[in-house]
């Protein structure tokens, strides 16, 4: 018998601009670190509603998105299997909670980011911190 069909999962990542840096959470399950706000995108679900779902769930903020970043799909991001990441950018108000799988929540400065961040999260930030610089958006990630 043939082996199963196996599909990549879909997933959302947020960088959430509030006063004085960018949210990230402190995850609760493994991998443990710090992360963008994000997860899975339910069956059924528009990948924009998801990144704002994941936001709300989360961190408790109601994120306004902004733009589209780009689309993360190294088989390798994600140690737990092969997920592709839509990432956008998004604006909210307000002081980040740690909710859901969310350990805690933290406003960073981008000179101020956390050592380690988990999946392939510096590189979307290293984008992000390109994209402010020039509007332009990683081609292939």
């Given at each position: ?56 769930e989360e961190t408790g903020l109601s994120v306004a998105l902004t733009a589209l970043l780009g689309v993360y799909s190294d ?67």
């Amino acid at each position: 018998m043939p082996a199963p069909y196996r599909l990549p999962a879909s997933s959302v990542d947020v960088v959430v601009e509030v006063a004085g840096g960018v949210v990230l959470v402190e995850r609760a399950h493994e991998p443990l670190g710090w992360a963008l706000p994000g997860g899975f995108v339910d069956y059924d679900e528009v990948v924009a509603d998801a990144a704002v779902r994941e936001v709300r769930e989360e961190t408790g903020l109601s994120v306004a998105l902004t733009a589209l970043l780009g689309v993360y799909s190294d088989p390798t991001r994600d140690p737990r299997k092969h997920t592709i990441s839509t990432v956008f950018v998004g604006r909210a108000e307000g002081t980040p909670v740690g909710a859901d799988d969310a350990r805690t929540a933290r406003v960073f400065s981008l000179d101020a980011l956390p050592p380690a961040l988990c999946f392939d999260h510096a590189r979307i930030l290293a984008d992000y911190r390109e994209f402010l610089r020039s509007g332009a958006r990683p081609v292939r990630r």
